[in-house]
Nanobody
Framework: QVQLVESGGGLVQAGGSLRLSCAASGSIFRSTFSRNAMNWYRQAPGKQRELVAAITGGGSTNYADFVQGRFTISRDNAKNAVYLQMNSLKPEDTAVYYC???????????????WGPGTQVTVSS
């Protein structure tokens, strides 16, 4: 059974920090996790889900302009985990944060696009 589980969300004051974690489990990840793309998205009330940060299997990263310089995405392929270190948080960062695992497929594996249930991050002013 494939699972992505986020943790680390909570309530923090503006200017504070949180570290989100996402643990991936399931047999499909044994051969693909170290090569897949892991992404963090967020969705605020009344808004569309948006990409926050992405990391490839090789460790290349990409960030949305609104978190550039404040958030850092990283991964531990040995643990099938991805992290999002969030610093200098602002009230507008308040949202549910989702972990996403994306794999385009290969000759031996099917493509996938898995999502976690999300973790709430609330930043008070």
């Amino acid at each position: 059974q494939v699972q992505l589980v986020e943790s680390g969300g909570g309530l923090v004051q503006a200017g504070g920090s949180l570290r989100l974690s996402c643990a991936a489990s399931g047999s499909i990840f044994r051969s693909t996790f170290s090569r897949n793309a892991m992404n963090w998205y967020r969705q605020a009330p009344g808004k569309q889900r948006e990409l926050v940060a992405a990391i490839t299997g090789g460790g290349s990263t990409n960030y949305a302009d609104f978190v550039q310089g404040r958030f850092t995405i990283s991964r531990d392929n040995a643990k099938n985990a991805v992290y999002l270190q969030m610093n200098s948080l602002k009230p507008e960062d308040t949202a549910v944060y989702y972990c996403n695992a994306h794999w385009p497929g290969s000759a031996l594996t099917h493509p996938y696009d898995y999502w976690g249930p999300g973790t709430q991050v609330t930043v008070s002013s």
